[in-house]
């Protein structure tokens, strides 16, 4: 078994809609308890991880460049992470598949965490 991480992201107005009212806010999060319920009884979920708030700094290039972000050019923001365990990368996928964040247009990036021995 290896662990992969889940990047969730959302679109600034998917993430809105999803959570802009109290009511849709806990139904929202009713979904992720649910799915994250599941992982975990499945054994799946190593790290519940945390979310991740819709503001920050990117910092780039050898000048070290500061600007306002999450994003550069892109208009979905990672909205937060998990970590998982599984077999290999599809299968890691597929458990993807059963995100919330989906529901909403959004979308799931799903990468291999690499070992390092320091």
């Not at 996928?93 to 909403?104: K, R």
Request: with cysteine; glycine share 10%; proline share 4%.
């Amino acid at each position: 078994m290896r662990e992969f991480a889940l990047l969730y992201r959302s679109t600034r107005e998917a993430h809105q809609e999803a959570m802009g009212s109290p009511a849709k806010a806990q139904q929202s999060m009713t979904k992720w308890r649910a799915w994250f319920k599941e992982l975990t009884d499945k054994g799946q979920l190593k790290n519940l991880g945390q979310p991740l708030e819709r503001v920050g700094k990117v910092v780039g290039g050898k000048k070290k460049t500061v600007t306002d972000g999450p994003f550069a050019e892109s208009k979905d923001v990672i909205g937060g992470f998990s970590i998982i365990e599984a077999r290999d990368l599809e299968q890691a996928a597929q458990i993807a598949s059963g995100c919330p964040v989906l529901d909403i247009g959004g979308s799931v990036e799903v990468r291999p965490v690499m070992q390092m021995n320091l």
